[in-house]
């Protein structure tokens, strides 16, 4: 055995590579599925003759999304959204994963605090909506705060879960070889809890932009959700639903750079899916 | 690494060491009581054990009469509820203690009951877990871990996960990783138990050497009375539970014990006796 040899998988595994066919066939179904989609959403407007107040025709809003995309306020408002959803989300992410990190070591801790945690989530957040309107008026910073409040919740209770979840065997084998805590944080803590804060992370960024977006709905004159009301209440239906394709997109983006975060830093774990592709 | 790479001399040579100082490892009085929920649990009664070292011994009873919890207090996993523990000079817990004093611990290997290999760390790195701990660096790490895969049959595997491994062969990652630093001290609990019968043999055969070659002081638990009987300088037979020591059986077959040794009749006749005091439940 020679030590210099890449330790890589070059030798074939013993277990059948998992998704790499499943993740392939993705590229056909993917666009069949949405082509489908659009016929059977062409066809509905013509046969049943429904008003393009109601329903515009695909085409129309393919067309309005091109005008939008071709307009400077559009990207301005999609800028505005993207960063209330980065900030809110960042805020989040970090007092949530700071505060499931303590909560998760200190169980009686948890437990006190416990009922408090579930009533800020049983609030219905969009009625406190107003609430931040008032106290950080109609800017950026209300839907802000909007969307940090919607991630939080999540991103903490994945942490918590990642803390407890640290397998008992795994700390006895740290202390027989009498790793240093630095050392049992960096090589055990964080590889081990890290599965679980990326799904809460993952969650999280869905849940801010969602967020960001109700805030706008409910108050103010930035952003996609704004942008959104101005055109229900120009009634250019074929425009809302091109604003509702940019939402979906952002979204998309935004789960997309996240969800590879994951898949690169926890090759290993099952949720990758691609285990000996490192 | 084979039975042929040792000259014959050195075994005896490293056997006469072994015989002077005093105890590697020695027990007194050291009785364990786990507080569970539903009351407590006597798991150990107050034991008496040395160590000599360099010596192999072999803890040998029926489930759940104590061995693991032993042989984790003699890690310090665990604190005993009375008794003092001493690694070599130093004390690792005197009466009373509920923290080892860590320094005592020198180097030690452990083989675990489960693998709790990293799921997140490839087989080499797994291996090469407790050299970061020494700093060693990083190009001597994966030296050294491929050797020490070499030596359990799991050279070509350094670069999968655990979980692409089958069960024994995770086990025997699992006891790359506790022999990687070299270490005076090896405790083992039931570090076969996952493996057929040849490799079984095989391992025990290599152990063996392994041994033999670096004059370690080893601790293993077993289920298996014959596996004791091949390996063991003395066997330390427990009762059921709460574990006490019922006998202490002095094995003196020359070493290195070839596996036909246990064609012998006096392995037969041992087997035959500890089977019996064990009585069947072993
Ligand atoms: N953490 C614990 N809390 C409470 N009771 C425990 C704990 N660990 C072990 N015990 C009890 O102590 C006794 C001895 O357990 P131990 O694991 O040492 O047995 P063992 O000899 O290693 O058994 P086996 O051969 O099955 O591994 C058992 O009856 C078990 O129920
Ligand atoms: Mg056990």
Known sequence: MTATRPLTDETTSPVTPRRGSGSRILWITTPLILIAFLGLWKLYTVVSGVGELILPPPEKVGIALVQLLGDASVWQATYVTLYETVVGFALAAVVGIALGIVLGRARTLERILSPFLVATQVVPKVAIVPLLLLWFGFGLASKIFMAAIIAFFVMMQNTILGIRSIDQGHRDLMRVIRAPWWKRVISLDIPSSLPYVLTGVELGIVFAITGAIVG????????????????????????????VIIMTLLGFLLYAIVAGVRRYAIPWHESSGRATAL | MSATDIPSGTA??????????????????????????????????PTDLEVKPGEFI?????????????LRMLAGLHAPTEGTITIGDRPLFTSGDTEPKRDALGSLGFVFQQANLMPWRKVWANIALPLEVLRVPKHERRKRAADMAQMVGLGDFLGHYPKQLSGGMQQRVAIARALIHDPSILLMDEPFGALDAMTRDQMNVQLQDLWLETAKTIVLVTHSISEAVFLADRIVLLSQRPGRIQDVIEVDFPRPRPLSVANEPRFGEIVGSLRGALGGHA
């Open chain 2, 12 to 45: 005896a040579d490293t056997a006469a060491a072994r015989d002077t100082g005093g105890a590697a490892i020695s027990v007194q009085g050291v009785a364990k009581t786990y507080a569970s929920g539903a009351g407590p649990v006597q798991a150990l009664l």
């Open chain 2, 58 to 70: 072999v803890l040998l009873g029926p489930s759940g009469c104590g061995k693991t919890t032993l």
């Open chain 1, 216 to 243: 706008e709905y409910l108050g103010g004159d930035q952003g996609l959700g704004a942008m959104a009301t101005v055109m229900l209440s120009a009634l250019r239906t074929d425009q809302l639903f091109a604003v």
